[in-house]
């Protein structure tokens, strides 16, 4: 594979062992952990004024701090998302400024497309000509998009419930789509099965893979470097896998490394009440999540009742001074409305978790009144339009 200069490899998060890149593709072979890659810092030739000369284009405007090149990537400019400044709500939340990550530009609508340019890009690096994953939706259509830019076949297991959109993308861009039960578990234990089966299939699995949570890291860059880079005081990620949330506390660290930014943002996890393993895990001093038996939100999104990776997730959270906070699937929903309503961005009701649990930090006295505040959209309405109208005739509107 062809790699950038500063990429050392692969780092396990549990056993600490590394392994070569060329040689290892997915899980540590030497204990089953999560592997990260990891860089030499000081190789890591990057500047303030570097990036203030490139265009604001793409996630690849940071290959420095990516394993692959930007001319080796699967790419379709994906990233370079706006931070949307929100007056009116930071108004009502009561703090100094709350700002939007808006995920709902990239090339399908969600932030998932950071992760699968530089998964596929590895994917594509290792020979492979077939990829998989299960996926709540808006994975699965990311991966059949970048594998059919790559010129390889996608292998897409979704539960029944995932949405129309979703379904129907992941045909439209070439993907043998198979519908598997109702729920997440279901789609993974069917896409397990499937993996098992084909010897040629190369998984795009969250956490299977290295290099997903590595492309999300970057809408952290891209928050510091439009704040002037000055890390925000807090970030609220709607938490499913957790993905999204590892990766850019990571990118905070990394950048505080280079001497890019001075300190890292509280993160916060922001779940349904329905399937809140995360906050339960977090609230009661716990190292490691307990399974939820019987999840029960309508944001499919994060509706992820075993996350694999919850350990690296609360410690994130820990270390960055954050918390987990968990609300009600209506005022989800109403989140995204209030959002579309006052400030014209349109999020999906997964996504709408971080504005309402910032609401609930606030009744809570989590804020003194001059933070800089983002909550990350990771999706746009668009993807769901029908839950939020449905939920806006419940209310009589």
Known sequence: METTAAFEGLECVDCESTVDADAESHRCPDCGGILDPSYDYDAVELDRETLAERPFDSLWRYEELLP????????????????????????????????????GR?????????????????????????????????????????????GMQSHVYVPSRSGFTNKAMINVHGGDMNVVGGRIGEAVAAFEEGLAEHDDWYSLQTFAT???????????????????????DVISYPTGGGVGLVGMYKAARELETLGLTDDVPSFYAAQASGCAPIVEAFEAGRDVHEPVDHPDTICGGIEIPDP????????????????????????ILDAA?????????????????????????????????????????????????????????????
Request: glycine letters at 12%; proline letters at 5%; one cysteine or more.
């Open 337 to 397: 409305i209030e959002v579309a309503k006052r400030e014209g961005l349109e999020m999906a009701p997964t996504c709408a978790a971080a504005v309402s649990g910032l609401f609930e930090l606030a009744d809570r006295g989590a804020f003194d009144g001059d933070e800089t505040v983002v909550a990350v959209n990771t999706g746009t309405g668009n993807k769901e339009a029908d839950v939020l109208r449905s939920h806006l005739m419940s209310k009589g509107v």
């Open 68 to 103: 692959f090149p930007r001319e080796a990537a699967v790419t379709m400019n994906e990233g370079a998302t706006p931070l949307v400044e929100c007056p009116t709500l930071a108004d009502e939340l009561g703090v100094g400024r709350l700002l939007i990550k808006d995920e």
């Open 106 to 150: 990239n090339p399908t609508g969600t932030f998932k497309d950071r992760g699968q340019t530089v998964a596929v890009t590895a994917a594509d690096g290792h020979g492979a000509t077939d990829v998989a994953l299960a996926s709540a939706g808006n994975a699965g259509q990311a991966a059949a998009a970048y594998a059919g830019r790559a």
């Open 210 to 232: 290295p290099y997903r949570h590595e492309g999300k890291k970057t809408m952290f860059y891209e928050i510091a470097e439009r704040l002037e880079w000055e890390s925000p």
């Open 308 to 331: 694999g990776a919850s350990p690296w997730i609360l410690e994130a959270l820990r270390e960055s001074d954050g918390g987990a906070v968990a609300t009600d699937d209506p005022e």
